[in-house]
């Protein structure tokens, strides 16, 4: 009968006998081979990769061959059934594949690089994921080391406390990235955006003239940039503060958590802040704009009532403040700032709010039939009326006025503009876009009378 080992007993027998060896490594082979595939499978992931790496190095060693590859049937086995294990990174070794991870991300243009223990890394590119096959995977302890490589002690220390930290990541003659570094499950991952260092034209992201307008007379006031995730929206951003920078003598100031996109001076002097090491937070940065003769001020992310105040007082005070907010639209980004300010006892706050409020757009991306990206921005720049509708957070009474005014476009009326420029294929849009039996039930009718009218 064959004797077959618990777990733990053979992998310290195997350990023990791969050690007094003596260059002949038939004994821990026959080990290894008497085993069976559930015990073996049964082994801690890290067991497996010995394994693994102990074959790899007896290819070119003194074995019986027979030995050799049933031991290499044996593993071939477990991985069938349990799925493919790794070769352990060490050292280096670890930071080198993971910038060759970060040089295949930028060659594929990819938006973002999800990185997770023991699984195949992700690529968004063109708004779909893909797998890096051809890499392999990182271990729990491999993303800790990439982590603690790049990661500066203030952020770490946010990363202990709460689990989650974003900082910014800048490698030379390759790009930049943002770095979400999380805890899931009680292990680390990473996702990281890609932030090039050129920052694009104003002019090639097509913004409309009414938004630009708007930008170029102002005279204080707030301006929100909003849209979901990997919309954009800093993008944007950079794109109309690197505009400012290269036609204006203003100064500028950017409070952010990270810093993004990079700026150098040009016809303006323009300042970044970066939360962590520059200062403790965005609000205690803020309180002292206003003694520094600041025209125009970028607030990446507004998380508290404090620092809503300190902002519209800047813009009350001809200060120009553009701010990123989470939203899927217009109201979305409206309501999500304005729940900051409580209901009871704070009227005056948001009628201040709707009164310095010059202009709010949430951009989306969409893709043509050629799966070029294609940006599509519903935007108000509101009247009286509108900041009525805002002061009373009547936010159900302010889309009909997007459809209509003319300083206003909602998504769907916006993104139809654009199918009939043939920007955008309405088949494909249908794909992507937000409410589509609505978007569809509304402008198809239009399609087809403009194309009988053109038959």
């Not at 990281?192 to 409309?208: A, G, M, N, V, W």
């Not at 940006?375 to 957070?393: F, S, T, W």
């Amino acid at each position: 009968m064959r004797f077959v080992y618990d777990s733990d007993m053979f992998m310290k027998d195997f350990r023990e006998t791969l050690k007094n060896c003596q260059g002949v490594f038939d004994a821990p082979l026959e080990i290894l081979v008497r085993q069976s595939v559930d015990s073996i499978a049964s082994l801690p992931n890290e067991e497996i990769v010995f394994l693994k790496r102990v074959l790899e190095k007896l290819k070119t060693k003194q074995v019986q061959a027979h030995l050799y590859k049933q031991a290499l049937q044996k593993l071939e086995l477990v991985e069938k059934r349990t799925g493919p294990r790794r070769v352990q990174l060490q050292g280096e070794e670890v930071g080198e594949q993971f910038l060759r991870i970060l040089k295949t991300v930028k060659e594929m243009k990819a938006e973002m690089l999800h990185l997770k223990p023991d699984l195949k890394p992700h690529v968004r590119v063109g708004g779909a994921l893909h797998e890096l096959a051809d890499v392999p995977v990182f271990s729990v302890g491999d993303l800790q080391s990439i982590i603690g490589e790049y990661i500066s002690p203030a952020y770490s220390a946010v990363l202990s406390q709460y689990k989650v930290v974003d900082f910014s990541l800048s490698v030379p003659g390759l790009s930049r990235f943002r770095v979400s570094a999380y805890y899931e499950e009680g292990r680390p991952a990473i996702s990281l955006k890609q932030i090039p260092f050129d920052i694009p034209e104003l002019e090639s992201l097509r913004l409309e003239p009414t938004i630009l307008q708007a930008i170029e007379e102002g005279h204080g006031g707030l301006y929100l940039v909003s849209g979901p995730a990997v919309s954009g929206k800093s993008t944007l951003v950079a794109a109309i503060l690197n505009h400012l920078n290269q036609t204006r003598p203003l100064r500028i100031q950017t409070f952010e958590d990270p810093i993004e996109f990079l700026y150098r001076d040009a016809v303006a002097s323009i300042t970044q802040r970066e939360v962590g090491s520059d200062m403790q937070s965005i609000a205690s940065g803020v309180r002292y704009v206003l003694k520094g003769g600041v025209n125009w001020l970028f607030v990446s992310s507004v998380d508290s009532l404090e620092l809503l105040e300190f902002l519209i007082t800047a813009a009350e005070s001809s200060v120009n403040v553009i701010l990123t907010v989470p939203g899927v639209s217009v109201t979305a980004a409206l309501e999500t700032l304005t729940s900051l300010i409580p209901r009871e006892g704070n009227q005056s706050l948001l009628d201040r709010f709707s009164q310095c409020l010059r202009l709010c757009l949430c951009q989306h991306l969409y893709h043509n039939k050629e799966k070029s990206v294609v940006a599509v921005r519903e935007y108000m720049i509101p009247d009286a009326n509108l900041k009525n509708l805002i002061r009373e957070c009547r936010w159900q009474g302010i889309l009909p006025q997007l459809e209509t005014l003319p300083t206003c476009r909602s998504l769907h009326k916006r993104a139809f503009e654009l199918v009939q420029a043939q920007d955008l294929e309405f088949e494909s849009l249908l794909e992507e876009i937000e409410d589509r039996d609505n978007f569809e039930s509304r402008y198809r009718p239009q399609l087809k009378r403009k194309a009988e009218g053109d038959f």
